[in-house]
T-cell receptor, first 112, second 116 residues
Framework: RKEVEQDPGPFNVPEGATVAFNCTYS??????FFWYRQDCRKEPKLLMS?????NEDGRFTAQLNRASQYISLLIRDSKLSDSATYLC?????????????WGLGTSLAVNP | DAGVIQSPRHEVTEMGQEVTLRCKPI?????LFWYRQTMMRGLELLIY????????DSGMPEDRFSAKMPNASFSTLKIQPSEPRDSAVYFC??????????????FGDGTRLSIL
């Protein structure tokens, strides 16, 4: 099993739709979680951190489920400009063994 | 404020040649990371530095790869000799302070490397 897994998609949705992605992780000691966005041929950019209690930033909501070891990203009222690849990042910090694992990403295409 | 600056943006060279990629982190950031991204393997962390010291180079694929950070504002990733399988996008990223695993990373534009 991969340490961090994402459905590669692509997810094709119409404008205005609500779409959700999940990301599962295998290391129960993982401590920090992030969602990054990467546009085609561009660098990854932080979208949002994922907090234990869940957090929202405008149309974006991130949640963490430690019991089932996954994080999720919900996008409401999707826009054409949301089309991108969404990367899940999981970090663990156990003593001197620090690891930062990136998922392969989920591709989203929002269509007019 | 200037972001992470990488050079060159594109590099095309023949196998066997030496390749040097350069990175200037954001001023004040103490941690610097080198990544490689391919379609098949996604983003892979090659090495990271904290306060100019290499902390973890377990992701460096083999001895042909080496990285240095002679000062807080400059790092290089060198491949010698280069091989076609090294073709990828190489990103440099930096974060503030040593608690890197809890901090968001700021990426440069990347270097698109093609080895013929």
């Amino acid at each position: 099993r991969k340490e961090v897994e994402q459905d590669p998609g692509p997810f094709n949705v119409p404008e205005g739709a609500t779409v959700a992605f999940n990301c599962t992780y295998s290391n129960s000691a993982s401590q920090s979680f992030f969602w990054y966005r990467q546009d085609c041929r561009k660098e990854p950019k932080l979208l949002m951190s994922v907090y234990s209690s869940g957090n929202e930033d405008g149309r974006f909501t991130a949640q963490l489920n430690r019991a089932s070891q996954y994080i999720s990203l919900l996008i409401r009222d999707s826009k054409l400009s949301d089309s991108a690849t969404y990367l899940c990042v999981v970090a663990s910090n156990a003593g001197n063994n620090r690891k930062l694992i990136w998922g392969l990403g989920t591709s989203l295409a929002v269509n007019p | 404020d200037a972001g992470v600056i990488q050079s060159p943006r594109h590099e095309v060279t023949e196998m066997g040649q030496e390749v040097t990629l350069r990175c200037k982190p954001i001023s004040g950031h103490n941690s610097l990371f080198w990544y490689r991204q391919t379609m098949m393997r996604g983003l892979e962390l090659l090495i990271y530095f904290n306060n100019n010291v290499p902390i973890d180079d377990s992701g460096m694929p083999e001895d042909r790869f080496s990285a240095k950070m002679p000062n807080a504002s400059f790092s290089t990733l060198k491949i010698q000799p280069s091989e076609p399988r090294d073709s990828a996008v190489y990103f440099c990223a930096s974060t503030r302070d040593r608690a890197w695993s809890n901090q968001p990373q700021h990426f440069g534009d990347g270097t698109r490397l093609s080895i013929l």
